[in-house]
């Protein structure tokens, strides 16, 4: 019985081939279309954050100030004009996106969509319809420490 190959010539190779890595690159690029994980803060756990911070450190020296704000798990922490401390979720409750803390405008900003928020997270303007997840704060004067719950 004889056997028979099919035959491949370099032509449809090559097409096979290109076929094949373009494939793959369409679907590496279809997939960086998603939401970056990079790009979206993660939430908060739980209700009890548990974090406490001295203003005596450096890396939390920008809460001495009034105006003074600072990223740390998934959280903005803030010392409003007023002299008041804020802590709230970085998550836009629109789409995910990472929102910002506006000093200057006294406000939290989402640059995805343009959601504005107040400090105390609830929604100045949307397109976000639910506030931004808040935590308790209390500073301790004589310590100079900010606990978050």
Request: glycine share 12%.
């Amino acid at each position: 019985m004889k056997t028979i190959h099919p035959s491949l010539d370099r032509r449809t190779f090559f097409s096979l081939v290109g076929t094949s890595i373009g494939a793959i690159v369409l679907s590496n690029c279809l997939s960086s279309c998603s939401a970056p994980a990079d790009g979206v803060a993660p939430a908060p756990t739980g209700g009890n954050t548990g974090l406490t911070l001295n203003l005596n450190d450096a890396a939390n020296a920008k809460l001495k100030q009034n105006g003074g704000f600072m990223y740390k798990n998934g959280m903005i922490i803030a010392r409003t004009k007023d002299g008041s401390f804020i802590a709230v979720s970085q998550v836009c409750t629109h789409a995910g996106v990472t929102v910002e803390f506006d000093a200057a405008g006294n406000r939290i900003h989402c640059p995805g969509h343009g959601s504005n928020f107040k400090n105390d997270g609830s929604v100045i303007n949307g397109p976000a319809g639910s506030p931004l997840k808040t935590f308790k704060t209390t500073f301790d004067p004589t310590t100079n420490t900010l606990k978050i719950a």
